[in-house]
């Protein structure tokens, strides 16, 4: 209502006017229950909630707060919207306005925020133009997105992980296919050429017979290399002397190294101690050093000095392998003992030695690391636990292996050059030799023969070793401590499995003929023993 004074008919008077405001009371009464309806919403939200006007911030809810580690709204009102970001977020602010001016799009974006405490947090915000108390501003809704994006990193690296794991089976199955396709000429390769060195040669015969020798053998390690990384098998550990092996690597390259104009210093220490390992296994480690710091000098230099050195640390035996080759560059140092890397050329190297060699010393208990600078060589290191009170007495010592005198070996193998390398390595050894090339086939000649020694190939078409075992198990189970396994090694854990269970020994294809000689041998005169 209004008055106002006037006259009316000459005296003085009062004039009313009346206004009807309920719809505008009704309308302020509106407009609060919806601010605090939206207040009690912002509120209650799990969300942080702030309002922009001019580049600063008007409003800001408890969530808000509580995401930035804030205790009141004091210390984020008033504030320029850049106050919380990392610094790396304030850069971009500018680029986001730009597109938002230009585009009209508004994504929704990830920021890392540095909390009052220090720790840097990952949020997810969207802003929405709004008009707040007559003025233009902006609804920013915020969302601390950390745990997730931790989750999501976690489950990535367990995804990334599970795709290597599949391609590394994969590998592993291929490899050891193809490698176990190999194995069979190489066997008959290496037992030809060392059935040939074992006769009387002319000089230059005997040298070209060696070459091939020496680049089977190399095929050879190539092979086991490739097995042993898709095997991932477990070593058999025993008492060994590591001088005796470092002795006898160094001599197997001596004559490689002099050709190489390459000088090797040998420093075996002084009662060194034993320690456990797969004997095989670590004599390979050492061989791929050697090579490995042979092909570094030949590249650098076309010579230099290797130096060996054995050294009590404590509980441990420390190895040194050292070379004045090439060096290895800083940023390869992390990735040397990874599987398939290698710095030599093309065809030059698998990327498997050392990454193999690293394998090994880890499962005997032991660390392998390297110390390089590029240009001024390397030093590889082997450490390996020593076994408490143990002597030189105490390391495993070679068996003579007797003639055969006769007695029976009957073969078991589907592969014609294995036979046949295998019968005439044994028949000069004194051996009776007789064999199949299947399983179904040595059935029957086994009802009524009785051989000394079986040599049973796992793997043939028709029947495999495995069933041949269990029908000797049912008809001639006195065999059953004669057989000797021979395999192509093949990556198959329910085939290792069987032939652990067995507890017959296992030749392994290709096989030197030493190694051919000294297990029948042992097998034999066990038997004859018992």
Not at 419 to 447: H, M, N
Request: proline share 4%; glycine share 8%.
């Amino acid at each position: 209502m209004a008055i106002s004074l006037t006259e009316y008919e000459g005296k003085p008077a009062m004039v009313g006017t009346a206004f009807d405001i309920t719809d505008r009371k009704g309308a302020e009464a509106a407009l609060e229950r919806s601010e605090e309806l939206y207040r009690a919403v912002a509120e209650g939200m799990r969300d942080g909630v702030s309002i922009n006007v001019n580049d600063q911030r008007v409003y800001v809810n408890q969530a808000f707060l509580d995401i930035h580690g804030l205790k009141d709204a004091s210390q984020a009102i008033g504030k320029p919207i850049d106050t919380f970001y990392a610094p790396e977020e304030k850069r971009k602010i500018a680029t986001f306005a730009d597109l938002r001016r230009v585009t009209g799009f508004r994504p929704r974006v990830e920021r890392r925020i540095i909390r009052q405490s220090g720790e840097a947090r990952t949020i997810e915000s969207v802003v929405t133009p709004i008009t707040y108390l007559g003025e233009s501003a902006r609804l920013v809704v915020i969302r601390d997105i950390t745990q997730r994006k931790q989750a999501d990193a976690e489950l990535e690296t367990t995804r990334a992980n599970l795709i290597q794991a599949e391609k590394m089976s994969a590998i592993g199955q291929l490899v050891a296919g193809v490698a176990h396709e190999l194995n069979n000429p190489l066997a008959g390769v290496l037992g030809f050429t060392q059935l040939l060195l074992r006769t009387e040669l002319p000089e230059e015969v005997r040298s070209d017979v060696s070459a091939i020798a020496k680049n089977a053998n190399r095929a050879a390690n190539i092979v086991k290399q490739l097995l042993s990384f898709a095997r991932n098998q477990d070593a058999v550990l025993a008492p060994v002397e590591l001088n005796l092996i470092l002795e006898a690597t160094v001599a197997a390259k001596r004559d490689d190294l002099r050709t190489a104009k390459i000088e090797t210093e040998l420093d075996l220490g002084a009662d060194v101690s034993l320690v456990m390992a797969d004997v095989s296994q670590i004599q390979s480690v050492f061989l791929n050093l050697i090579e490995n710091a042979q092909y570094a000098m030949t590249e650098a230099n076309g010579s230099g000095t290797l130096s060996i050195k054995v050294s009590l640390r404590g509980e441990r035996v420390r190895v040194s392998v050292t070379d004045n080759g090439t060096g290895i560059k800083a940023e390869n140092l992390s990735s040397i003992f990874n599987p398939f890397f290698t710095t030599k050329g093309i065809g030059m190297g698998t990327g498997l030695g050392l990454s193999v060699c690293h394998g090994i010393v880890m499962g005997s208990g032991g660390e392998m690391w390297v110390e390089s600078e590029e240009g001024k060589g390397a030093t590889f290191y082997v450490e390996l636990p020593v076994i408490p009170g143990s002597t030189d007495a105490d390391a495993p010592v070679a068996t003579a292996r007797p003639g055969g005198n006769g007695a029976l070996v009957y073969i078991v193998d589907d592969e014609s050059v294995i036979r046949e390398v295998a019968t005439r390595a044994l028949s000069r050894a004194g051996y009776e030799v007789e064999s199949t090339d299947s399983a179904p086939a040595a059935i029957i000649a086994l009802q009524n023969a009785n051989p000394d020694v079986v040599l049973l190939d796992m793997k043939m078409p028709e029947m495999s070793g495995q069933e041949l075992w269990q029908v000797l198990e049912a008809s001639r189970p006195d065999l059953l401590a004669k057989v000797i396994w021979v395999t192509g090694a093949a990556v198959d854990p329910i085939i290792e499995a069987f032939i652990e269970s067995t507890g017959r020994p296992v030749l392994d294809k290709p096989f030197n003929l030493e190694d051919l000689e000294r297990v029948v041998a042992e097998v034999f005169d066990a038997n004859r023993a018992g």
